[in-house]
């Protein structure tokens, strides 16, 4: 991963789902944490489960934190 902060979530849409960016690519709509989970697995963090991404300081979460879904 490229920067300090090489994942970013971006605030609810009207449907509660959170685009995911990582390393300046979208990964998808995150509906939860275990989401955003699994598109860090998928961009070479395998062993990422939902507590590394609440105390993740290779997230940026924007509109809330890891507990904003709606």
Do not use: H, K
């Amino acid at each position: 991963m490229a920067s300090d902060q090489p994942v970013t979530v971006y605030p609810p849409d009207e449907d509660n789902a959170r685009r995911v960016r990582i390393d300046g690519t979208i990964s998808g709509r995150a509906f939860s944490v275990r989401d955003v989970a699994r598109f860090m697995q998928e961009a070479g963090l395998q062993g990422f489960d939902e507590m590394d991404v609440v105390r993740s300081s290779l997230i940026q979460w924007r509109g809330g934190g890891p507990e904003t879904w709606d």
